[in-house]
Each structure stands twice: as structure tokens, then as C-alpha cells.
């Protein structure tokens, strides 16, 4: 996504799954620090789940669908987004102290499911304080209409680790 293809950058990946959480600092695109911690969308599935009364499939479709009362930025939306900006917060803390010449990152890209939340990347970068994006790994990919007809560009940022391990080199 970075316009000189991220050598010479230090940047934070933060791939928000559904029950963990992976973040990685790459420097010149190579992994330097990754921290798997328990925390994802699930949470916030199972929040819906508790305030509103709903399943658990009715709280995933209306997660992605919308649906929800007016109540649920304010009371269980913002809530989340705070504590997924805490999170990230602590990750990039543990890398900071992690060793010696460590150097923040310059940008933050956020992926995996939670990455569809309409601003969180904003939430994060303005917690954080260092500018946050959100990571489409089929970005530069040529995709087939077959796949763009069963909604794959829709979920794109929950497939990083797929895109990552299909464009692996072996050595």
C-alpha cells in the first residue's frame, strides 16, 4: 500500500481476528516484533449479544449489517473502539521497551474484521497518536468477477494472513 512499497519505513499491522489479536512491527517489510494478545470482534459480537438481547447469529448479522438501535455507538460501538485503541497502545509499549534502538513506528495499519468499524482508524490513530490506515491486502491484486461477485472485496481486510501466505516467497 505504500507508495515506495514500505522499504526504509518502520510500520505497525495490527490484524484484529475474531477471538486474538496479532500485532507486528515490520522495518524494510521484514517482521522485527510480533505480539499475539486475547482480543477481536468476538467481543464486540458478545457485548451486542448482552445489551441488546440478541443470539449470537443475530448479533454477527446485525454487527455486519447494521440494524442496531441509536444507542449502540455511544453505549457499546465507542466502548469497543477505546479499548481496541488500548490495546494497540500496549502493543506498541511492549515493542518500545522491548530492546534498544527501537523507533516508533510511522504508520499503523489496521486489518482483519474490526477494521470494516467506519472510523477506527481514526479512533486509533487519534488515541495512538501516530497516523493509522486501514490494510487491504487485495489492494494491487487482480481479482476475478466470480470473486468480487461473492463479496471477497466486501471482507478484503480480514484476509491478510491468506494474501500473506499466498504470496510467500520459499526459500
Do not use: W
Not at 521484514?30 to 447469529?57: K, P
Amino acid at each position: 500500500q505504500m507508495a515506495d512499497g514500505g522499504m526504509d519505513h518502520t510500520i505497525a499491522v495490527v490484524d484484529f481476528g475474531a477471538s486474538s489479536t496479532t500485532f507486528s512491527i515490520l522495518r524494510d517489510l521484514r517482521v522485527i516484533y510480533t505480539r499475539d494478545f486475547a482480543f477481536g470482534g468476538q467481543q464486540l459480537t458478545e457485548e451486542i449479544m448482552r445489551t441488546y438481547g440478541l443470539s449470537l447469529e443475530e448479533a454477527g448479522r446485525a454487527k455486519k449489517e447494521g440494524g442496531l438501535p441509536s444507542n449502540f455507538q455511544p453505549e457499546v460501538l465507542d466502548p469497543f473502539m477505546d479499548e481496541m485503541s488500548l490495546q494497540v497502545s500496549r502493543s506498541l509499549q511492549f515493542f518500545l521497551a522491548s530492546g534498544s534502538g527501537r523507533e516508533q513506528p510511522e504508520s499503523i495499519l489496521v486489518c482483519g474484521g474490526c477494521a470494516n468499524i467506519p472510523g477506527v482508524a481514526d479512533v486509533i490513530a487519534s488515541r495512538v497518536g501516530i497516523p493509522a490506515e486501514i490494510g487491504d491486502p487485495l489492494g494491487q491484486m487482480k481479482l476475478s468477477s466470480r470473486a468480487k461477485s461473492l463479496g471477497v472485496v466486501k471482507d478484503s481486510t480480514a484476509l491478510l494472513t491468506a494474501c500473506g501466505l499466498a504470496l510467500r516467497s520459499f526459500d
